[in-house]
């Protein structure tokens, strides 16, 4: 069954610090990857996406994600964190149709 | 372009009234999708269009939930009845050519169902 998973729920990181989103997914074909981030009251923004190429994928914001096959994973990072990154983290997989984790809420102590 | 338009951002409604979400995809644009987002269940798509016509509606939870695209520029999701477990946040979504480019959400409708 094709499905992706983001095991923390929440996370705290003072600001500054660095960060690591982890996502797993399980899908039969080639996944095509997507971080999105949502904003309280807001719909959701992509930050990146992976298709193919490059493991290593570049989006806005200064976050980068890593695509690991043989670890089915996609995990996002960024290396300073600030205030304005907290938010709600979206995980997705899929042709087509998306397939969302449940979601990471980062929250940022000053 | 104003981006994916939904409409209205907030609805409250009563148990068994009709209750019908709008939505505007990016002009363009080929592919909609209609996803419901909640505490317990996270974002679950309903239906998806290409073209104006249904592809996969397998999300939709019941008959009570229909969606339809009856051209290009609008679509409407609409639930008869309503009842108190279909409170959520409705998003709407639209990109090119399906999965393979980036699907740009709507801000969202909050549909309380008392």
């Known amino acids: 069954a094709q499905s992706v998973t983001q095991p923390d729920i929440h996370i705290t990181v003072s600001e500054g610090a660095s960060l690591e989103l982890r996502c797993n997914y399980s899908y039969g074909a080639t996944p095509y990857l997507f971080w999105y981030v949502q904003s309280p009251g807001q719909g959701l923004q992509l930050l990146l996406k992976y298709f193919s190429g490059d493991t290593l994928v570049q989006g806005i914001k200064g976050f980068e994600a890593e695509f690991k096959r043989s670890q089915s994973s996609f995990n996002l990072r960024k290396p300073s964190v600030h205030w304005s990154d907290a938010a709600e983290y979206f995980c997705a997989v899929g042709q087509g149709n998306l397939i969302f984790g449940k979601g990471t809420k980062l929250s940022v102590k000053p | 372009d104003a981006g994916v338009i939904q409409s209205p951002r907030h609805e409250v409604t009563e148990m068994g009234q009709e209750v019908t979400l709008r939505c505007k995809p990016i002009?363009?644009?080929?592919?909609l999708f209609w996803y419901r987002q909640t505490m317990m269940r996270g974002l679950e798509l309903l239906i998806y269009?290409?073209?104006?016509?249904?592809?996969?509606d397998s999300g939709m939870p019941e008959d009570r939930f229909s969606a339809k695209m009856p051209n290009a520029s609008f679509s409407t999701l609409k639930i008869q009845p309503s009842e108190p477990r279909d409170s959520a946040v409705y998003f709407c979504?639209?990109?090119?050519?399906?999965?393979?480019?980036?699907?740009?959400f709507g801000q969202g409708t909050r549909l309380t169902v008392v």
């Open positions: 979504a639209s990109s090119l050519a399906g999965g393979l480019a980036e699907a740009f």
């Open positions: 002009s363009g644009h080929n592919s």
């Open positions: 269009f290409n073209n104006n016509v249904p592809i996969d």
